[in-house]
């Protein structure tokens, strides 16, 4: 068996290098079509990461009274924490918001001296909520408007994002939509690519192929080989997929760093981690998509 | 019991050819048959439907107690590998040696290289090739390149060899050579039927000629003549 499968092999590498030119073209076009699913792949990655980032910046403050005591704070901070829809409460206390106003305004002597002629400190305690969705935040709102809260508040902020999210989906969105569509045509130019290649390879093979049926030479033992072929053409242009892929990550890897001012996210670290999934799960596609265009050439112009 | 047996073999073609009609006809083991026979009378499909290349239209063909009138396209290397086949043209790999082609009959059937190496020089001896391994096709005489072919027929050892014109491209040195070689073959024990044109090879066989015409079998005649 073993030796069986290494002929198999064998005549396969031999169906690659017989007409080389036209292996090298085939691999190029898929290679192409993987290299358009890739940039999808990071088109996907980027607006996600970008959406995710923008969501984490919403947040509803919600400004207290300053005389409240610390009992009556704890109390709307849980009261508040059981309104439906509600991640995350962060309580910044009096001092914590005065320090940071002080930190703010550290530029302003009037500010600093204000503060120095009231003694003590102005400033409540305030409430940061997130929500466990977008939708979340109205109802949230809705909520802290009811006379339960009210009495303890003095003012609430919503920092709403709704409307730059909105807008990033519907670019990206657009632009997905564009790079699937050049995904598939690449993928149809693939499927005809390699159904002509093997076409080609089972022309150029006719003789050794009718002299295989000749002397006994079993139906899958003629077609293996073919299918092998198949699978070098997918190996190859994954490998030239991913030797192109990282050097250009890198290269737009400053522009990724500049649009996602303010936070720390490396497109060549992500893709560097989940390499193997990536080209392994585009690896298999390939296989797939080419056994596939093979085997269709195959029952047209192959009779065995 | 017979190795091969036509029974009532017919074969229709489109557009109403019959290139067999009603054909009967048993060949024993070790038996050394020439089917002759103008150019179109059927002798050429009735090797065809014995290696399964083409069915019968009507009829039964039994090869060694297999009927395979209705053989499945899995079961055809089986049949292959008991029928060794040489045409007039050859067919042999240019890119490949002496060797190499004669190897590839056991190769694309899944013998093991050990075999390969032991099979392959026994049978190039046989066709007094031993010492022309490593030429390539185009290298040899048109009688060695049919001496490469029939060594390829013999390497899955069938029990019949089948030979269509095989000495149609070659002079009458080679041509001797040729038949030289197909009755040590057959003196070996293997069943060897040769479709010729060639009346000389027939007559000075002096073995059992049946003559086709007509898509029948015209006659039948142990130790027979070429005549028509």
């Keep these: 068996m073993f030796a069986v499968i290494l002929r198999i092999l064998n005549f396969g590498l031999q169906n690659f290098w017989r007409n080389i030119w036209l292996s090298v073209v085939t691999v190029t076009v898929i290679s192409l079509s993987l290299f358009s699913v890739s940039a999808l792949g990071v088109l996907t990655v980027l607006s996600n990461q970008a959406l995710s980032k923008l969501e984490e910046k919403i947040d509803i403050a919600v400004y207290l009274k300053p005389e409240l005591k610390d009992e009556q704070i704890q109390v709307v901070k849980n009261d508040a924490t059981t309104i439906s829809g509600v991640k995350s409460i962060d309580l910044v206390t009096p001092e914590q918001a005065l320090v940071s106003f002080r930190e703010r305004e550290k530029d302003n002597p009037l500010i600093a001296e204000s503060l120095l002629l009231l003694g003590n400190n102005p400033l409540g305690a305030s409430l940061i909520i997130k929500a466990s969705s977008q939708e979340g935040y109205q109802n949230i709102l809705k909520e802290l408007q009811t006379n339960r809260f009210m009495q303890y508040i003095q003012d609430t902020h919503l920092d709403d994002y709704s409307r730059v999210i909105s807008s990033v989906q519907n670019i990206t969105g657009k632009i997905k939509n564009m790079a699937g569509i050049v995904s598939l045509l690449f993928i149809l130019i693939t499927l005809l690519m390699v159904f002509n290649t093997i076409r080609i390879n089972i022309y150029t093979h006719r003789e050794e192929i009718g002299i295989m049926r000749l002397v006994g030479a079993s139906s899958w033992f003629i077609r293996a080989p073919f299918w092998v072929e198949s699978v070098i053409y997918a190996l190859l242009a994954t490998l030239v997929t991913a030797v192109i892929f990282f050097p250009l990550l890198s290269f737009i890897q400053p522009y990724v760093a500049e649009f996602f001012n303010g936070f720390s996210f490396n497109l060549v670290e992500y893709f560097k981690d989940r390499s193997w999934w990536f080209f392994g799960a585009q690896f298999i596609g390939a296989v797939l998509l080419n056994i596939l265009a093979s085997t269709i050439a195959m029952r047209k112009y192959l009779k065995v | ?228």
């Design chain 2, 1 to 228: 019991m017979a190795l091969i047996d036509f029974r009532n073999i017919s074969k229709f073609y489109p557009g109403g050819i019959v290139a067999l009609k009603d054909v009967n006809l048993s060949i024993n083991e070790g038996e050394f048959v020439s089917i002759v026979g103008q150019s179109g009378t059927g002798k050429t499909t009735l090797i065809k439907l014995l290696i399964a290349e083409e069915p019968a239209s009507e009829g039964r063909i039994v090869v060694g107690g297999w009927d395979i009138s209705n053989i499945k396209s899995r079961e055809v290397p089986l049949l292959r590998k008991q029928i060794g086949v040489v045409f007039q043209d050859f067919k042999l790999l240019p890119r490949k040696t002496v060797y190499e082609n004669v190897a590839f009959a056991l190769e694309v059937s899944g013998a093991l290289p050990k075999t390969v190496h032991s099979i392959v020089p026994q049978l190039l001896k046989i066709v007094g090739l031993e010492n022309k391994t490593d030429r390539f096709p185009r290298e040899l005489s048109g009688g060695e390149q049919q001496r490469v072919v029939i060594a390829r027929a013999l390497a899955h050892r069938p029990k019949i060899l089948v030979a269509d014109e095989p000495t149609g491209n070659l002079d009458s040195i080679n041509t001797k050579e040729i038949i030289d070689l197909l009755r040590k073959i057959n003196e070996f024990g293997t069943t060897v039927i040769l479709v010729t044109h060639n009346r000389e090879v027939v007559n000075d066989l002096k073995k059992r000629v049946v003559v086709m015409d007509k898509g029948r079998v015209a006659s039948d005649q142990h130790k027979g003549r070429y005549l028509l």
